[in-house]
């Protein structure tokens, strides 16, 4: 399959007057895990808010299987089968681990299986053990967890993942690869944000490199590491 | 005399370490960076010092006089002129008006019913305008600007109180590229010219390497290097934190192998 | 005092909690998932208890039993829900987006609209309900006579919390009504279509105002009134329970009912200013109620609604305004007694009107309780000439000066809240005010108010009695109008613009602010001394909510972005409620609808929409938005 899953181009978009990207394109086929790097405030966030419709932008051209989603608004999106991970979190406190993935549950398109709570709880044994508990009483790894998770509930075809490794500790980042690792086993593509080379390395076929609200670098994996020139540049200091 | 020196800063929220141990100071003249992944501790170090913060322990000294703990008025009383990340302008008012604002506070005519607030201060404000090179806009409304000029009308206001040190928060996010060297340029060539101490946040790597005189980098709310941009480039400890932790990728890479 | 009738008490403090439980439930799962204070949500309960006591008659007459008694509740409740889903697909869909002020205004509308309705279809005249069977008996408990409804009534309090709690925990919509309450933006990222979500929150929210009243009917006769003695009441609650929070309304219900059932007895006249100061001394300690979540309001416009720009008056502007004042000047020597008469109106309530614009405009402090001030002026000045035997002079002097100490005492709580936690406040202190007039007949004379408030003698003719209007509107308009001009004026401005940056610049931004409140009530205190005067008499009506409403409607029709606008819409608004009033039985229908027409079409009022006109050519700025 070579057909483009999710496609972007020329997307741009602001914060009131504040620009914040400058022509973004990128494409990602299904099944595939595609990094977006780069270190903080290069857009990398505001690129996916505004793939979701959470952020006022402006594209060439920005469609999600097939259909243009430049104009929908983030539920019609989201049922379109792309699921968004933010990097705050943003899980319901006040809900238990399971009323946080039921607020996820949708039903599975196109006759695939659905994901069950089961499933999900086989990848993330410590969902499991406190199911009946309020996201607020839960550590940070655990959090990150539950918000992938009730994203995976909704079924989507496509994630876009943001910052997963984020302030967690290493044990838990190696779980949040493994989880990656999976998603990409059942054939959801993945949007990875990330500023950790290693971990998007260890997860990802290929990678963009943003700095300043523009992309700077496309390749795949193996030639972002080999490159020693846009790594110096745009991922260390 | 050292014009910021900050020992010993701790906070906490909750359970969570925002600072820890946190000391550096900063000459007269001089651009310190703080740089550092998100959630190091970067806002949190800022706030202190301008006064939205008050420490657990520690102290800010100004100028060899303490005022960790005061409110951000009294901060600014005592000669921070500060910044925002999302600029903070009067959005009502024109460009000038913005200026006077500020002005007219400086010279304690806040509570004023008397002259109009237009007619106070203009030529003082004209002049401040000239230096960050927006005199000509001087009366378009401060919201038709576009960003990069709105975030150097925000540098006029912060001088308009003749601050001894400018804290600037993230001063070039949200701008375009070639907008962000003008504004760092610009900010450098007063730092120096006016003797005044610049303590700024900064993503953009272009704009700390070109413009500071020192780097911090706060990870987790500690101090893991403090110096030259040379000596920071070079740091091991720093080009890790930044590419992500050596020892997760090598288990990473193990595990990868296996599936 | 003895064990049984403090238990007794206590009871009947639980059945009217349990009864504003109900209702203060519906609020605030509405404001929770929707973010809009529902200020219809009184009507919708007033139509629960009309509806009921419609019902449940022709129900009785089928079976005299309590199942249809009941039935007959219900019903009228489900009628009142499917009215609330209507309310939300026709008028608040359209208004999620707009400020705070305009969705309460819009919503006040729709209260306008029922209390005509309700007159229409069901008479001005209190109707007595029927009696629920089987529930009509006292039950002795310690010897002291209970009614058994009153009983009845508490527990329909807990099997509406214990339903309610199922619904929340056990249901689909339910664990999406509280993940939307908390983060709407993300439960929609997950695909959940919010439109259904918000039109089934309102449904719930109807029904439950809808049984709240349907209950009523056997305790109270149902009136025209109901709608909002009741909505001050919810405000409270909600308020103090934290908005959004159901847990937060139950314990607020409860701690209110007993503070009412036991208040009576130590202080009979003053329960209401017990519950009002509860509510003020929460708000301060706990700004966002005691369950309330300080509202993330994150990627809202920041623009703010009021003025944008200062313009020096051109030659236009300057030969408009002499024009102006030179009609006002002949109005006494042409005009006939009834234009004269309209003149004095009009020049108060552009006075009133200009006083809150420059809180709302210039200093972005939306008061939704401005005709306090205004009452007390008129009060203070009325009670100063009949009771305390001063002259028209002094007591027009000091009318201004009583209705500013209450705004500097009101102001000081006030100024340290912001939104809708800012209008409810504003609205209990002018219900507290408006409670003490009402009740404390032997000094205030209730709801008659006073009469004889005469001018001196030398100003009693009206040709005189305008000039003495003109002179003192037209000074204290220009004053506050320098104010604005001056630094003190640019300095609110900006607090309102950008407290932060306010604050970086040495602003102490919540006593300008609280200055700005008292010299706002001082102004408004004015003018209602000066109204007193002129219509002779002082009566509650002039600090209840319909006039503090009528001042906004004032700002929003001139347009709240201009500096002449709100007396371009009291002189608007004044003529046309004198021309239309006396022509249409429904008066309050056409006022709420036009409300409604201009929140939705005219955002910006009759000035704003000419400048709007000539701003077309020119590239609109967009609107500056903060990122979440």
């Given at each position: 399959?070579?057909?483009?899953?999710?496609s972007?181009?020329?997307?741009?978009?602001?914060?009131?007057m504040?620009e914040?990207?400058?022509?973004v394109?990128?494409?990602?086929?299904?099944g595939?895990?595609v990094?977006?790097m780069?270190?903080?405030?290069?857009?990398?966030t505001?690129?996916?808010k505004?793939i979701?419709?959470?952020v006022?932008?402006?594209?060439?051209?920005?469609?999600?299987?097939g259909?243009?989603?430049?104009?929908?608004?983030?539920?019609r999106?989201a049922?379109?089968?792309?699921?968004?991970?933010?990097e705050?979190?943003?899980?319901?406190?006040?809900?238990?681990?399971?009323?946080?993935l039921?607020?996820?549950?949708?039903?599975a398109?196109?006759?695939?299986?659905?994901?069950t709570?089961e499933?999900?709880?086989?990848?993330?044994?410590?969902?499991?053990?406190m199911?009946?508990?309020?996201?607020?009483?839960?550590?940070?790894?655990?959090?990150?967890?539950?918000?992938?998770?009730r994203t995976?509930?909704?079924?989507?075809?496509?994630?876009?993942?943001?910052e997963?490794?984020e302030?967690?500790?290493p044990?838990?980042?190696?779980?949040?690869?493994?989880?990656v690792?999976a998603?990409?086993?059942?054939?959801?593509?993945?949007?990875?944000?990330?500023?950790?080379?290693h971990?998007?390395?260890?997860?990802?076929?290929?990678?963009?490199?943003?700095?300043?609200?523009?992309?700077?670098?496309?390749g795949?994996?193996?030639?972002?590491?080999?490159?020693?020139?846009?790594?110096?540049?745009?991922?260390?200091? | 005399?050292?014009?910021?020196?900050?020992?010993?800063?701790?906070?906490?929220?909750?359970?969570?370490?925002?600072?820890?141990d946190?000391a550096f100071?900063?000459e007269?003249?001089d651009?310190l960076?703080?740089?550092g992944p998100?959630?190091?501790?970067k806002?949190?170090?800022?706030?202190m010092?301008?006064?939205?913060l008050?420490?657990?322990?520690?102290?800010?000294?100004?100028?060899g006089?303490?005022?960790?703990?005061?409110?951000?008025?009294?901060?600014?009383?005592?000669?921070?002129?500060?910044?925002?990340?999302?600029?903070?302008?009067?959005?009502s008012?024109?460009?000038?008006?913005?200026?006077?604002?500020?002005?007219?506070?400086?010279?304690?005519?806040?509570m004023?019913?008397?002259?109009?607030?237009?007619?106070r201060y203009?030529?003082?404000?004209l002049d401040?305008?000239?230096l960050?090179?927006m005199?000509?806009?001087?009366?378009r409304?401060?919201?038709?600007?576009?960003?990069?000029?709105?975030?150097?009308?925000?540098l006029?206001i912060?001088?308009?109180s003749?601050?001894?040190?400018?804290?600037?928060?993230?001063?070039?996010?949200?701008?375009?590229?070639?907008?962000?060297?003008?504004?760092?340029?610009i900010?450098?060539?007063?730092?120096?010219q006016?003797?005044?101490?610049?303590?700024?946040?900064?993503?953009?790597m272009?704009?700390?390497?070109?413009?500071?005189?020192?780097?911090?980098?706060?990870?987790?709310?500690?101090?893991i290097a403090d110096?030259?941009p040379d000596?920071?480039?070079?740091n091991?400890?720093?080009?890790?934190?930044?590419?992500?932790?050596m020892?997760?990728a090598?288990?990473?890479r193990?595990?990868?192998?296996?599936? | 005092?003895?064990?049984?009738?403090?238990?007794?008490q206590?009871?009947s403090?639980?059945?009217?909690?349990?009864?504003?439980?109900?209702?203060a439930?519906?609020l605030?799962?509405?404001?929770?998932?929707?973010?809009?204070?529902?200020?219809?949500?009184?009507?919708?309960?007033m139509l629960?208890?009309?509806?009921?006591?419609?019902?449940?008659?022709?129900?009785l007459?089928v079976d005299?039993s309590?199942?249809?008694?009941?039935?007959?509740?219900?019903?009228?409740?489900?009628?009142?829900?499917?009215?609330?889903a209507?309310?939300?697909?026709?008028?608040?869909?359209?208004?999620?987006?707009?400020?705070e002020?305009?969705?309460?205004?819009?919503?006040?509308?729709?209260?306008?609209?029922?209390?005509d309705?309700?007159?229409?279809?069901w008479?001005a005249?209190?109707?007595?309900?029927?009696r629920?069977?089987s529930?009509?008996?006292?039950?002795?408990?310690?010897?002291q006579?209970?009614?058994?409804?009153?009983?009845?009534?508490?527990?329909?309090?807990?099997?509406?919390?214990?339903v309610?709690?199922l619904?929340?925990?056990k249901?689909?919509?339910?664990?999406?009504?509280?993940?939307?309450?908390?983060?709407r933006?993300?439960v929609?990222a997950?695909?959940v279509?919010?439109?259904?979500?918000?039109?089934?929150?309102?449904?719930?929210?109807a029904?439950l105002?809808?049984?709240?009243?349907?209950?009523q009917i056997?305790?109270?006769?149902?009136?025209?009134?109901?709608?909002?003695?009741?909505?001050?009441?919810?405000?409270?609650?909600?308020?103090?329970?934290?908005?959004?929070s159901?847990?937060?309304?139950?314990?607020?219900?409860?701690?209110?009912?007993?503070?009412?059932?036991?208040?009576?007895?130590?202080?009979?006249?003053?329960?209401?200013?017990?519950?009002?100061l509860?509510?003020?001394?929460?708000?301060?300690?706990?700004p966002?109620?005691?369950?309330?979540?300080?509202?993330?309001?994150?990627?809202?416009?920041?623009?703010?609604?009021?003025i944008?720009?200062?313009?020096?008056f051109?030659?236009?502007?300057?030969?408009?305004?002499?024009?102006?004042?030179?009609v006002?000047?002949?109005?006494p020597?042409?005009?006939?007694?009834y234009?004269?008469?309209v003149?004095?109106?009009?020049l108060?309530?552009?006075?009133?009107?200009?006083?809150?614009?420059?809180?709302?405009?210039?200093?972005?402090?939306?008061?939704?309780?401005?005709?306090?001030?205004?009452?007390?002026?008129?009060?203070?000045?009325?009670?100063?000439?009949?009771?305390?035997?001063?002259?028209?002079?002094?007591?027009?002097?000091?009318?201004?000066?009583?209705?500013?100490?209450?705004?500097a005492?009101?102001?000081?709580?006030?100024v340290?809240?912001?939104?809708?936690?800012?209008?409810?406040?504003?609205?209990?202190f002018?219900?507290?005010?408006?409670?003490?007039?009402?009740?404390?007949?032997?000094?205030?004379?209730?709801?008659n108010?006073?009469?004889?408030?005469?001018?001196?003698?030398?100003?009693s003719?009206?040709q005189?009695?305008?000039c003495?209007?003109?002179?003192?509107?037209?000074?204290?308009?220009?004053?506050?109008?320098?104010?604005?001009?001056?630094?003190?004026?640019?300095?609110?401005?900006?607090a309102?613009?950008?407290?932060?940056?306010?604050?970086?610049i040495?602003?102490?931004?919540?006593?300008?602010?609280?200055?700005?409140?008292?010299?706002?009530?001082?102004?408004?205190?004015?003018?209602?001394?000066?109204?007193?005067?002129?219509?002779g008499?002082?009566?509650?009506?002039?600090?209840s909510?319909?006039?503090?409403?009528?001042?906004?409607?004032?700002v929003?029709?001139?347009?709240?972005?201009?500096?002449?606008?709100?007396?371009?819409g009291?002189a608007a608004f004044?003529s046309?409620?004198?021309?239309?009033?006396?022509?249409?039985d429904?008066?309050?229908?056409?006022?709420?609808?036009?409300?409604?027409?201009?929140?939705?079409?005219?955002?910006?009022?009759?000035s704003?929409?000419?400048?709007?006109?000539?701003?077309?050519f020119?590239?609109?700025?967009?609107?500056?938005?903060?990122?979440?």
């Amino acid at each position: 399959m070579t057909e483009a899953l999710l496609s972007i181009r020329n997307l741009s978009a602001a914060y009131g007057m504040a620009e914040v990207l400058f022509g973004v394109s990128l494409d990602a086929r299904r099944g595939e895990v595609v990094a977006l790097m780069g270190r903080n405030g290069a857009g990398k966030t505001t690129t996916l808010k505004a793939i979701i419709g959470m952020v006022e932008a402006s594209a060439e051209a920005l469609s999600f299987a097939g259909e243009d989603i430049r104009r929908l608004p983030s539920y019609r999106i989201a049922r379109l089968g792309l699921g968004y991970v933010p990097e705050e979190r943003r899980i319901f406190t006040d809900l238990t681990v399971q009323e946080n993935l039921e607020v996820g549950r949708r039903p599975a398109r196109d006759g695939r299986k659905a994901w069950t709570l089961e499933k999900l709880y086989a990848i993330f044994p410590n969902l499991a053990e406190m199911e009946g508990r309020r996201a607020s009483a839960m550590s940070g790894g655990e959090q990150q967890m539950l918000t992938i998770a009730r994203t995976l509930m909704g079924n989507p075809d496509m994630v876009l993942l943001d910052e997963p490794s984020e302030g967690l500790a290493p044990v838990i980042v190696e779980q949040m690869a493994e989880a990656v690792i999976a998603m990409k086993a059942t054939g959801i593509a993945v949007l990875l944000c990330e500023q950790n080379l290693h971990f998007a390395a260890a997860v990802s076929d290929r990678a963009y490199v943003i700095e300043k609200g523009a992309i700077r670098f496309s390749g795949t994996m193996a030639e972002l590491e080999a490159n020693d020139e846009v790594r110096e540049a745009y991922l260390t200091v | 005399m050292t014009l910021l020196k900050v020992t010993g800063l701790n906070k906490r929220f909750g359970g969570v370490v925002a600072a820890k141990d946190v000391a550096f100071a900063l000459e007269a003249g001089d651009m310190l960076a703080i740089i550092g992944p998100n959630g190091a501790g970067k806002s949190t170090t800022f706030n202190m010092v301008g006064g939205q913060l008050r420490p657990d322990s520690g102290q800010v000294l100004l100028a060899g006089q303490p005022i960790s703990g005061l409110a951000p008025r009294e901060v600014w009383r005592r000669g921070i002129g500060r910044t925002f990340q999302i600029a903070q302008t009067f959005v009502s008012m024109s460009v000038a008006e913005n200026v006077q604002m500020a002005l007219i506070s400086w010279h304690d005519q806040i509570m004023s019913v008397g002259a109009r607030a237009e007619t106070r201060y203009r030529p003082e404000a004209l002049d401040l305008l000239d230096l960050v090179g927006m005199r000509a806009d001087a009366d378009r409304p401060v919201r038709e600007l576009a960003y990069g000029d709105v975030k150097r009308v925000e540098l006029a206001i912060a001088l308009a109180s003749a601050p001894k040190l400018l804290l600037m928060d993230e001063p070039t996010a949200g701008m375009a590229p070639k907008e962000r060297a003008q504004l760092m340029d610009i900010t450098a060539t007063i730092a120096r010219q006016r003797k005044i101490g610049v303590l700024f946040t900064e993503h953009d790597m272009d704009a700390v390497f070109a413009h500071a005189d020192r780097i911090l980098v706060l990870v987790r709310g500690e101090i893991i290097a403090d110096g030259k941009p040379d000596e920071v480039r070079s740091n091991a400890r720093v080009k890790q934190v930044y590419l992500g932790d050596m020892g997760v990728a090598a288990a990473m890479r193990a595990r990868r192998g296996r599936v | 005092m003895d064990l049984s009738f403090i238990i007794i008490q206590s009871l009947s403090g639980l059945a009217s909690a349990s009864s504003l439980f109900i209702i203060a439930s519906g609020l605030t799962i509405v404001f929770g998932v929707t973010r809009i204070v529902n200020f219809a949500h009184g009507s919708l309960y007033m139509l629960g208890a009309y509806l009921a006591v419609t019902i449940v008659p022709l129900l009785l007459d089928v079976d005299r039993s309590l199942p249809m008694f009941l039935l007959g509740v219900l019903i009228s409740a489900l009628i009142v829900g499917v009215f609330g889903a209507l309310m939300e697909i026709i008028l608040l869909r359209r208004i999620y987006h707009v400020p705070e002020l305009f969705q309460l205004l819009a919503t006040f509308g729709v209260v306008l609209i029922v209390q005509d309705l309700v007159i229409k279809i069901w008479g001005a005249v209190e109707i007595p309900g029927p009696r629920a069977p089987s529930l009509r008996h006292g039950v002795f408990i310690m010897d002291q006579r209970f009614p058994a409804y009153e009983l009845f009534l508490i527990a329909a309090g807990i099997v509406v919390l214990a339903v309610l709690w199922l619904l929340m925990q056990k249901t689909r919509f339910g664990v999406l009504i509280r993940a939307a309450t908390q983060d709407r933006e993300m439960v929609a990222a997950l695909g959940v279509n919010q439109a259904w979500l918000f039109t089934g929150t309102l449904f719930l929210g109807a029904f439950l105002a809808g049984l709240g009243g349907a209950l009523q009917i056997p305790r109270v006769a149902i009136n025209t009134q109901m709608d909002i003695s009741i909505i001050t009441e919810v405000f409270v609650v909600t308020v103090i329970g934290g908005m959004g929070s159901v847990p937060g309304a139950f314990i607020a219900a409860l701690i209110i009912g007993q503070l009412q059932a036991f208040g009576i007895l130590i202080f009979p006249k003053i329960t209401l200013v017990l519950v009002f100061l509860l509510m003020a001394v929460v708000l301060v300690v706990k700004p966002w109620g005691l369950f309330g979540k300080s509202d993330a309001a994150a990627g809202r416009a920041i623009l703010p609604e009021g003025i944008l720009s200062l313009k020096r008056f051109g030659t236009v502007d300057n030969i408009v305004a002499g024009l102006a004042i030179a009609v006002l000047l002949a109005l006494p020597v042409f005009g006939d007694n009834y234009m004269v008469k309209v003149g004095i109106e009009v020049l108060v309530l552009a006075l009133a009107a200009f006083s809150l614009h420059f809180l709302i405009g210039v200093g972005g402090i939306v008061s939704f309780g401005h005709a306090a001030y205004f009452g007390l002026g008129a009060y203070a000045a009325g009670l100063l000439v009949t009771k305390g035997g001063l002259s028209m002079e002094p007591s027009i002097l000091l009318a201004p000066i009583i209705a500013g100490a209450f705004a500097a005492l009101f102001g000081y709580f006030v100024v340290r809240l912001s939104g809708i936690y800012l209008a409810m406040l504003t609205l209990a202190f002018a219900q507290i005010v408006y409670a003490v007039c009402f009740q404390w007949v032997e000094f205030t004379g209730g709801d008659n108010g006073v009469v004889g408030v005469w001018p001196s003698s030398w100003a009693s003719s009206r040709q005189v009695y305008f000039c003495v209007v003109l002179a003192f509107t037209l000074s204290a308009i220009i004053a506050l109008r320098h104010a604005i001009y001056a630094p003190f004026g640019y300095a609110l401005r900006a607090a309102r613009d950008s407290a932060t940056r306010a604050d970086a610049i040495g602003i102490d931004v919540r006593r300008i602010r609280w200055f700005a409140f008292t010299l706002s009530g001082a102004a408004a205190g004015l003018a209602g001394g000066l109204y007193s005067f002129s219509k002779g008499s002082i009566d509650p009506t002039m600090i209840s909510i319909p006039m503090s409403v009528d001042f906004l409607v004032m700002v929003l029709l001139g347009g709240i972005q201009t500096v002449i606008g709100p007396l371009v819409g009291a002189a608007a608004f004044h003529s046309i409620k004198d021309f239309f009033m006396p022509l249409t039985d429904f008066w309050r229908m056409f006022l709420g609808a036009s409300i409604i027409l201009m929140v939705l079409v005219f955002p910006r009022g009759i000035s704003g929409a000419a400048a709007s006109l000539t701003d077309r050519f020119k590239p609109a700025p967009k609107p500056a938005v903060a990122p979440s």
